[in-house]
């Protein structure tokens, strides 16, 4: 359908062939990570791209660690940030707390935060309930809700039109790479 191509020229992973990425009635050139990170854009992937024996403040700050004034990481602000981050979307866990004992929904959670940590302005979720229980996908949902009400952009991708249905203010359909409807 052309998902995945999108997702990667959105994350700067591909260079686009042709055609404007405008965010916020400008146009961006997104070429690297750190320009779509810039850009307030930020991508959930379906596989879980935590690291497990890191902490969940760590996972959250990864490449993006706070510094002391000697140039060391800040471990202590990086768990308290981490934890007002976590404690915003009410997800009932310590930012100390190593990956590696998370469920697959919390491991999700964290993507999230990770997502949030970098000030995103757009959040884009692929198949972001493909792991989840029915209690899980509510509690993704409400975040998804939270998220939206603070002004941050979602594109959830999935193939499952019920969900589509009950969190998509828009949808679009994409076949082949082209815009269907």
Do not use: W
Request: proline letters at 3%; one cysteine or more.
């Amino acid at each position: 359908a052309g998902k995945s191509t999108l997702i990667k020229v959105l994350g700067g992973i591909y260079h686009p062939d042709q055609g404007q990425i405008i965010i916020d009635g400008k146009e961006v050139k997104i070429n690297s990570v750190p320009d779509a990170y810039a850009a307030g854009v930020s991508i959930i992937h379906p596989e879980i791209m935590t690291v497990p024996y890191m902490t969940i403040g760590e996972n959250i700050f990864l490449g993006k660690e706070p510094r002391t004034k000697l140039g060391t990481v800040d471990h202590q602000r990086m768990i308290r940030e981490s934890q007002v981050l976590i404690d915003s979307f009410h997800m009932n866990m310590k930012a100390n707390r190593k990956v590696i004992a998370l469920s697959i929904a919390q491991q999700q959670m964290v993507e999230i935060a990770k997502a949030i940590a970098i000030d995103a302005k757009i959040v884009v979720m692929d198949e972001p309930t493909s792991s989840l229980t029915d209690k899980e996908v509510e509690r993704l949902f409400e975040i998804i809700e939270q998220l939206k009400s603070q002004g941050i952009g979602i594109i959830y991708i999935s193939h499952k039109l019920e969900e589509l249905f009950r969190i998509c203010d828009r949808v679009t359909v994409m076949r082949d790479g082209q815009y269907v409807a």
